[in-house]
């Protein structure tokens, strides 16, 4: 199946909407973070990616990222990447470079793996050459897609909550 990374825009925005809607009623934590903006206000979900995308009113603490839609040739969409220009402490610890996911339901057929290919590439225009992925240690699948895509295994990260993140860099 053919796969592309998309900027957020209205052309996609009921096949959104029906993402979205799938992720709220899975009742699993919605990743990456971006999908937790409540696109009831489409036009104003939009402004804000394209907001923190130029670095324009992110919050003292953040840095500025860019957000994609992996998309299927029948305009699906089944994933959403967040990537981060740059790591602050936090993210070097917790968060890295990019944060990705695929919808419930579209999961287990490799999108994943593309998806977070694809994003390599775009961390690579954005003069990233080496790019910190993470995951929960207990997130085995999202560990092996890190893998296929070139992860090299660095010392894990313990959260306060005492959750276990597994951190990998990719060399590109």
């Known amino acids: 199946m053919d796969v592309q990374l998309v900027k957020p825009s209205t052309k996609y925005k009921e096949e959104y909407l029906s993402f979205y809607q ?17 696109p009831r206000d489409f036009e104003g979900m939009l402004h804000f990616f394209l907001n923190n995308e130029e670095g324009i009113d992110i919050p003292e603490g953040w840095v500025r990222d860019s957000t994609y839609w992996l998309v299927i ?20 610890n917790c968060g890295g470079h990019i ?8 999961r287990r057929k490799g999108y994943a793996t593309q998806l977070l290919s694809l994003a390599l590439e775009k961390t690579k225009e954005l003069g990233i050459r080496k790019v910190l992925v993470v995951c929960d240690a207990d997130n085995i699948a999202s560990k092996k897609t890190i893998m296929k895509n070139g992860g090299i295994p660095d010392q894990d990260y313990i959260e306060e909550d005492g959750n276990t993140v597994n951190r990998f860099w990719i060399e590109i």
């Open 22 to 38: 799938e992720w709220l009623e899975s009742n699993e934590v919605m990743v990456p973070w971006v999908i937790t903006k409540n």
């Open 73 to 92: 040739e029948t305009n699906r969409v089944v994933g959403a990447v967040n990537i981060r220009h740059q790591l602050n402490e936090k993210l070097l």
């Open 99 to 106: 944060g990705y996911g695929i919808r419930p339901s579209d």
